[in-house]
């Protein structure tokens, strides 16, 4: 057979256009060097803080934030039952440790106390929702910057409840209504009372919300030999008598727990927020390497290259 040179040049040049194709097709490099699968960088953990109740103990929470922000942990999503709400709200409405800290300083018993006459309770509890929603500048909780979550415990059936959107001063309202002393809340119709009944310290609450590292604060008063002085502390070391299950319960599902020493501060001592304050500082810088090993511990996990987990509300 005649081949011209004219037809061994088309040849030569249509399987070249295809051999050309099928590398671009099949994304072949043909300068020859070897492309590499892009390295999967490990997500920052979903940081929370939960944190428990226990009357003018609660200042505690502040020196807890405080140190945890100097730092550089700063938590995602925040959860509080009774006085944690209180504090975690102002905290997740955008108020800084220092801004919290002044707020305790100034703290007087008639900016929350409006006594009452009913059957139900001898404190109304509104001046302390009003407190919370001037503070919090009136948003709602939805537009926090901070996620959070107020926990009360429904009065008709006495299960949780987890308040994470509406009007904060009520959700906070309702976590503190400590029973037979707060008149309790009432929120769409439904009767409220302290959280601490059934989450003392919500942890699962936080992990419900999508948390991978909960540091929980726990200030509640163990139960003493001597007995309480006064109603109030014996209303205090009842309800910590019946929630000691519950904590424990809450504790086991914790990262890290931080206890503040403040057993020997009256459940409504305001005056004692300085030294509520300092102990949580001190208790949680000595938690701070246990914190710090949690987060590079997570970083390195299979979880770290997972997405955030979906909250479940």
Known sequence: MHITFDYMILKITRWSCIALLGAGLLGCDTTGSKKTLPTLK???PVIAIALGGGGAKGFSHIG???VLESHGIRPKIVTGTSAGSFVGSLYASGKTPYQLQQLAFQLKESDLRDLTFNRQGVVLGQKLQDYVNANAGNKPIQ???IRFAAVATRLDNGKK???IRGNVGQAVRASCSIPN???PATIAGVKYVDGGLVSPIPVSTAKSMGADIVIAVDISARPSKTGAGNMFGLLDQTINIMGQQ???QELQQATVVIQPKVGNLGVLDL???QNAILEGEQAAQAKIPAIEAAIANFKKSPAALRPAPHPRF
């Open 246 to 248: 519950s904590i424990q």
């Open 64 to 66: 807890v934030i405080k």
């Open 161 to 163: 409840t987890e308040f």
């Open 181 to 183: 002393v707060f008149v």
């Open 143 to 145: 537009q926090f910057p």
């Open 42 to 44: 490990p997500r920052e």
């Open 271 to 273: 005056s004692s927020s």
